[in-house]
């Protein structure tokens, strides 16, 4: 079985954070998003920032690979790099508007993330 884990981008402090718990008393307040809880904590705006699952999967050099993520994988001779998306129960990566295949059928190497290397998909266009 897979670990669930997550991390969050800070958009307003824009950074990545390691999420290490996550707290909803009631559905009415927004979740409580917290990173280094037991050492004071740093709580953050879930409504400002994004929160990623982490796929179960690594990349070829074992690498987490958390959803936002930018991989690299080859398709017929073909390098691709395409965002990781979670999409009909399962983590994703489209190689171009139509065509969108499981994460898990390739080879992959993480080269970045949407947030803090967005010019790696502007390349795919």
Same mark, same amino acid.
């Given at each position: 079985?897979?670990?669930?884990?997550?991390?969050?981008?800070?958009?307003?402090?824009?950074?990545?954070?390691?999420?290490?718990?996550?707290?909803?008393?009631?559905?009415?307040?927004?979740? *409580? #998003?917290?990173?280094?809880?037991?050492?004071?904590?740093?709580?953050? @705006?879930?409504?400002? +920032?994004?929160?990623?699952?982490?796929?179960?999967?690594?990349?070829?050099?074992?690498?987490?690979?958390?959803?936002?993520?930018?991989?690299?994988?080859?398709?017929?001779?073909?390098?691709?790099?395409? *965002? #990781?998306?979670?999409?009909?129960?399962?983590?994703?990566?489209?190689? @171009?508007?139509?065509? +969108?295949?499981?994460?898990?059928?390739?080879?992959?190497?993480?080269?970045?993330?949407?947030?803090?290397?967005?010019?790696?998909?502007?390349?795919?266009?």
């Amino acid at each position: 079985m897979r670990g669930i884990k997550f991390r969050a981008w800070d958009a307003k402090e824009k950074q990545m954070l390691e999420v290490n718990h996550l707290f909803n008393l009631d559905n009415e307040q927004p979740i *409580e #998003v917290w990173t280094n809880y037991y050492e004071g904590g740093y709580r953050f @705006n879930p409504d400002k +920032s994004e929160l990623m699952q982490y796929t179960g999967l690594k990349d070829m050099y074992g690498r987490d690979i958390y959803e936002g993520d930018v991989v690299e994988f080859e398709v017929s001779l073909i390098r691709i790099k395409a *965002e #990781v998306k979670y999409s009909r129960s399962q983590f994703i990566v489209n190689m @171009n508007s139509v065509m +969108s295949r499981s994460l898990g059928a390739y080879s992959v190497k993480v080269i970045g993330n949407k947030f803090q290397n967005l010019e790696l998909l502007e390349e795919q266009k």
